[in-house]
């Protein structure tokens, strides 16, 4: 492990302070804040910007040598987003998003998170999700099992893809004959049911905690997945690029961190199998 045990202040304990004093900053602005927008159905808030700089500030406070790629820049609207460079950078970073599932936090949907990772390259070394409205933290470090509020969590033994309740990203921009619709239609009628809950972090919980059995995503930025990778795979989800030929297990890149996480192998394989026609 690059953290040595006692060197220092504990990554994983950090990770989920930094977490949960994210969320306090979306409780906080909750209601209060002007909406901007990053495209036409991209919404962004002030209260992204504050709660990232609130989780900058608590990581780099442990460890101020450590690299940091959040979602927005820091100096709030108009500024390009500091996560576009260094994604898939070498050395320790903190891989942030300080609200994932904005459109429902602007809508007071309830389905929106903070997320925080540290990486060492590909290497995830520890993750927390916080969802603020259900004070819920799940978090994980690397070898040592995946958590939610303290008590260890595990996938269900789901394997048939027809009692799976899966759920699916959407990019933000989807149109009648996009990938996207024909992903979700290729699958719902295989598989229980499909949500779309509008949080990739949150979809990756619930199948650590057995909320859901499936999700896949093709295309998605490293802040939506990075804690949420982690959180799975320490809970014995089957996880692997979402690739004709991917098996649980193989690496996910996070420069390109298309997935497909499942409760099993079997139900891995049959979305796979279903996304790329067979």
Not at 52 to 74: L, S
Not at 180 to 200: E, I, K
Request: contains cysteine.
């Amino acid at each position: 492990m690059p953290l040595a045990a006692g060197s220092g202040p504990d990554p994983f304990e950090v990770c989920v302070a930094a977490a949960r004093a994210g969320g306090q900053v979306l409780r906080e602005w909750r209601g209060k804040f002007a909406v901007s927008r990053k495209g036409p159905r991209d919404l962004v808030t002030e209260a992204d910007f504050a709660a990232q700089r609130e989780i900058r500030r608590v990581v780099t406070a442990a460890f101020p040598t450590h690299g940091f790629v959040g979602e927005e820049a820091d100096g709030g609207p108009g500024q390009p987003a500091s996560g576009m460079d260094g994604h898939s950078g070498r050395g320790l970073r903190w891989i942030v998003d300080p609200l994932d599932g904005t459109s429902n936090y602007v809508h007071d949907f309830p389905a929106y998170c903070v997320s925080v990772a540290l990486a060492d390259a590909d290497e995830l070394l520890v993750g927390a999700i916080y969802d603020p409205l259900r004070d819920e933290c799940f978090s994980a470090r690397k070898g040592g099992g995946a958590w939610l509020d303290g008590r260890a969590i595990r996938v269900p033994d789901v394997i048939d893809p027809a009692e799976a309740l899966a759920a699916v990203s959407f990019p933000p921009h989807v149109t009648a004959d996009s990938q996207a619709v024909a992903d979700f239609l290729a699958v719902l009628p295989h598989v229980h049911t499909v949500r779309r809950t509008g949080s990739t972090a949150l979809n990756l919980a619930y199948v650590a905690c057995g909320r859901l059995h499936a999700f896949w995503v093709r295309r998605i930025a490293c802040w939506d997945v990075a804690a949420g990778l982690l959180i799975a795979r320490e809970a014995g989800a089957a996880l692997g690029p979402c690739t004709a030929t991917a098996a649980p297990g193989e690496p996910i890149p996070l420069d390109s961190p298309g997935l497909i996480a499942a409760s099993s192998t079997p139900v891995f394989q049959a979305i796979r199998d279903l996304l790329h026609g067979r």
